[in-house]
């Protein structure tokens, strides 16, 4: 079995209700193949973060099934579930950095899956680890920076840690919640190159939630659009036309 | 402009307003209720200047020295003793007690415990823990580590309820377990404030243990009490001028112990001037952000 087969996604029948009764996914029904980036666009508010944080569960859907490798994510609870989020990385539009932690254990983070929590609060990685943070962060452009606190950081700076913690986890999949949203556009390009040639490097599929539609169409080789809860459109970056962007976000006096 | 007319940018707020007048009310009325005259206060200053007078030059004396050595080495012992044992069982607790990582059931015992440690000072503890195991410093230990309780458990809690979800949304979503989400996602977050926490109930303990020697629990405040009795106010000021010495070279060596682990001050900084010390970093630290 090919990489691209294993890890595929499929979204079946996904609703999240925050309040009963007013939906905020409407049934989603979505295949998300296992290679390449994949972008979901949509206006604020439609639900783009919600369908990505049901992926890695850090929210509870109301309804509907998430295949991935033969289990659905939906169900999953206790051990299975924290032995699923280890294979899912996550990249945050606030990139989520803990901020008087150093660099270094920002990324080592991200084996806390795998390392147990007395080794981990002693800080006792396994060597092969400690290698490999060193690897990404100089990979990243931070091996000067490996002891110093995350809060020190800029915005540019600290996403990069952000995407060396989520492959470290040497994931199976990778999302990423506006991972450009709070950064310069000459930075935001910068950190969908590396996230782009660190994830492909290794094979790994991303599925991105991104506002900036010009960037999407450079990175991705498939574009999602949302609107109110739903799937409006589903193709390549190509076939998506102005007639579609109208659908996705209402209105035509933004469009160029 | 009609519509301004109309509009008031600062509205009168009589139920505050009214607040103000009883609470004013209440102070008068309370001042005549306990006796407290100006020919009363008169009175008083003449006694006090016959305290004071007798308690000048402080004594000394060997012997004397020997019992404030004693004394007040022993409260310094229950004071460490009491703020280990009592920040060690509060930081548990603390957690239980915090709202946005544990569920309803947890947190309300852990909450009516530290409400039932929070309700009585030191003192009423401390004679209570007197009739229960007699008189001595286990008694004053015991005293203070519920009062230690009741303090940190709390104020930790509220510094865990006011944490960054979003580290912790971080961490979990890395796959740690319960344990790794606190000691990562967590701990980093409160750390710094829980220490400022653990020093200011070291120092308050230490307050404490000077006094609770007047219900028998042990320390330093058994002899100033004896010495009030015996209307031996010289040694008296002796004690009290050696619990002011105690108290501030506790000061001195908190603020450094926050200061070393807030900033990562070197020890030499903290003789230098603090604050420039500081400056001089954080715009390094910008500098290299930039």
Same mark, same amino acid.
């Given at each position: ?10 979204i079946?029948?996904?609703?999240k209700e ?5 939906p905020?996914?409407k ?7 296992g290679?390449?980036i994949?972008?979901?666009i ?7 973060s919600?369908l990505i944080?049901?992926i890695?569960r ?19 609870s206790?051990v ?6 280890r294979r899912?990385g996550?990249?945050f539009?606030?990139y989520?950095?803990?901020?008087r932690?150093?660099v270094?254990?920002n ?24 290698d490999?943070?060193f690897a990404l962060?100089d990979a990243?452009g ?12 800029s915005g540019?700076q ?7 913690r989520?492959?470290m986890q040497?994931p199976e999949?990778?999302?990423a919640?506006e991972p450009t949203?709070?950064?310069d556009?000459?930075t ?7 996230m782009a ?12 939630n991104?506002?900036?539609?010009a ?8 574009m ?5 809860g739903?799937i409006?459109?589903?193709?390549t ?12 976000y209402?209105?035509e006096?933004w469009?160029? | ?9 600062f ?6 307003r ?7 009310v209440?102070?008068v009325?309370?001042t ?13 200053i003449?006694?006090?200047q016959?305290?004071l007078s007798?308690?000048?030059p ?5 012997e ?5 050595v004693?004394g ?7 004071a ?6 009592g ?18 059931? +947890?947190?309300w015992? !852990?909450? %009516? ?10 003192v009423v =503890?401390a004679?209570? *823990?007197?009739?229960? +195991?007699?008189?001595? !410093?286990? %008694?004053?230990i015991?005293a203070l580590v519920?009062g230690?309780?009741?303090f =940190?458990s709390?104020? *930790? ?6 944490i960054s ?5 971080a961490?979990?979503a890395?796959g740690a ?11 980093p977050?409160?750390?710094?404030r829980?220490?400022?926490?653990a020093?200011y109930?070291?120092d308050?303990?230490?307050?404490h243990?000077t ?21 031996d ?9 050696s ?5 501030i ?7 450094y112990?926050r200061?070393l ?9 903290f ?6 010390a500081?400056l001089?970093?954080?715009k390094?630290?910008a500098m290299?952000a930039s």
């Open positions: 079995m090919n990489a691209s087969v294993s890890r595929s996604i499929q079946r029948a996904l609703t925050y309040k009963k009764g007013v905020v996914l049934g989603i029904d979505l295949d998300i193949p290679d390449g994949t972008a979901i949509g206006p604020s508010g439609t639900g783009k919600t944080r049901c890695n850090l929210i509870d859907p109301t309804s509907g099934q998430i295949l991935f490798q033969g289990q659905d994510l939906a169900q999953l206790g299975a579930l924290r032995e699923a989020r899912i996550m990249v539009q606030e989520n950095l803990v901020e932690l150093t270094m254990e990324v080592l983070t991200g084996r806390l899956g795998y390392v147990s929590a007395f080794n981990a609060w002693l800080r006792r990685f396994p060597k092969q680890d400690i490999e943070a962060l990243v931070l091996g000067e920076f490996v002891n110093q606190r995350a809060d020190g950081l540019g600290r996403q990069r840690v952000g995407i060396a989520a492959i040497r999949i990778l999302l919640d949203s709070s950064l556009p000459k935001s390009v910068e950190i969908m190159e590396i040639a660190m994830a492909g490097k290794r094979n790994i599929p991303i599925i991105v991104i506002h900036n539609v960037l999407a169409k450079r990175f991705c080789q498939r999602i659009g949302m609107s109110d739903k409006v459109f589903n193709g970056p190509a076939e998506l036309t102005d007639t579609h962007l109208k659908e996705i209402g209105g006096d469009l160029e | 402009m009609t519509a301004s007319a109309t509009r008031v940018a509205p009168a707020n009589w139920p505050l009214i607040g103000w007048l009883l609470l004013a209440y102070v009325w309370a005549s209720q306990l006796d407290v005259t100006w020919t009363r206060f008169v009175e008083g003449a006694n006090a016959k305290f007798r308690m000048f402080p004594n000394f004396e060997p004397k020295m020997q019992m404030i004693k007040l080495a022993e409260s310094v012992q229950i460490v003793i009491a703020t280990v044992v920040i060690a069982l509060s930081l548990p607790i603390g957690l239980m007690a915090a709202r946005n990582l544990m569920p309803a059931w +947890v947190v015992p !852990a909450r %009516a415990l530290i409400a039932v440690c929070r309700s009585f000072h030191e =503890i004679i209570i *823990f007197v009739k229960a +195991v007699g008189f001595g !410093a286990i %008694a004053g015991g519920v230690s309780i009741g =940190i709390k104020l *930790f809690a509220e510094a865990i309820e006011e979800p979003k580290q912790v949304e961490v979990r890395s377990g319960f344990f790794s989400v606190l000691t990562y996602g967590v701990l977050q409160v750390f710094s829980f220490l400022g926490f020093s109930q070291f308050s303990n230490l307050r243990s006094m609770i020697g007047i219900v028998g629990a042990g320390g330093i405040g058994g002899s100033l009490f004896s010495a009030f009795q015996r209307f106010y010289d040694f008296v000021c002796a004690i009290l001028i619990i002011i010495a105690l108290i070279l506790a000061e001195v060596v908190s603020s112990v200061a682990f807030n900033d990562n001050l070197a020890l030499l900084d003789f230098r001037n603090r604050r420039a500081r001089s970093r954080e390094a630290a290299v």
